[in-house]
């Protein structure tokens, strides 16, 4: 009987974008290390939060996990690359924010870059809404520790 490939369902296209972005971040900056998996974490509703953590590492899976709400059109790919690098840093420095995990945390291409995008739409992620009949300047930034990974 002839098989044929079976087609791409939504699921396996979201899969395949965040397999690909974590691809780019293993072979530019963690080539000497086996690459790690990573997945969309699991969607629980809930309209509107105070913090939000966008990636997780479990050291015992050695999984990485990044955050359903950044599976958006509205998400830079650069941006979803910084949680996975994070994510990869406490792989290769362990779990502790230390002096060393920021030094090597700005060694991202577009560290600049996601810092400053974070600020800017983190209102976004955690379900802030505008008011759609009114033009409303956006909410002042929210501190940076509102974002925890
Ligand atoms: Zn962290």
Do not use: C
Request: charged fraction near 25%; hydrophobic fraction near 35%; avoid cysteine.
């Amino acid at each position: 009987m002839e098989t044929r490939p079976l087609p791409l369902g939504i699921a396996d296209h979201r899969h395949y974008y965040l397999a690909s972005l974590a691809a780019e971040v293993h072979r530019t900056y963690f080539y000497k290390y086996p690459p790690l998996p990573v997945r969309w974490g699991q969607q629980i509703n809930r309209k509107k939060r105070r913090s939000i953590r966008l990636g997780s590492y479990n050291h015992v899976t050695t999984e990485i996990r990044i955050h359903p709400l950044l599976d958006s059109p509205e998400i830079p790919a650069f941006f979803i690359q910084s949680v996975i690098y994070h994510e990869y840093l406490h792989h290769v420095l362990g779990a502790s924010h230390n002096r060393r995990f920021h030094k090597e945390e700005r060694k991202f291409r577009y560290f600049r870059e996601s810092k400053e995008w974070i600020r800017r739409h983190l209102w976004l992620l955690l379900g802030i809404k505008r008011n759609r009949n009114v033009i409303v300047p956006p909410p002042p930034a929210l501190p940076p520790q509102m974002v925890l990974f």
